[in-house]
């Protein structure tokens, strides 16, 4: 069984939005940091947001003010809204869930996001 789903990627045009969605298991989203993380071709793998248990957020300074990542407790969702989109935020976007107190960690499959005109 998957731990982690993503969905919601595209293409899409130079400031059009996009809204990236991850299903979790229950376990692992009321135990787990759920952050977004990208990895463009030929570059490493970097934080985009992350969200606490306690809906603590954190973002990369490249995506602040545009990117906002959210929980919803109900479905045990997490969610990244990309407004603004650029160029450079063309990647294959990863949902992540982190335990806080250890190193173990689960990823997604990936989503392609790409912003072109």
């Known amino acids: 069984q998957a731990q982690l789903v993503e969905s919601g990627g595209g293409l899409v045009q130079p400031g059009e939005s996009l809204r990236l969605s991850c299903a979790a298991t229950e376990r692992i989203f009321k135990l787990y940091v759920m952050g977004w993380y990208r990895q463009a071709p030929e570059k490493r793998r970097e934080l985009v947001a992350s969200i606490t248990t306690g809906s603590v957020t954190n973002y990369a300074s490249s995506v602040r003010g545009r990117f906002t990542i959210s929980r919803d407790n109900a479905s045990h969702m997490v969610y990244l809204q990309m407004n603004n989109l650029k160029p450079e935020d063309t990647a294959v976007y990863y949902c992540?869930?982190?335990?806080?107190?250890?190193?173990?960690?689960?990823w997604g499959q990936g989503t392609q996001v790409t912003v072109s005109s």
């Open positions: 992540n869930a982190a335990d806080p107190f250890t190193d173990a960690d689960y």
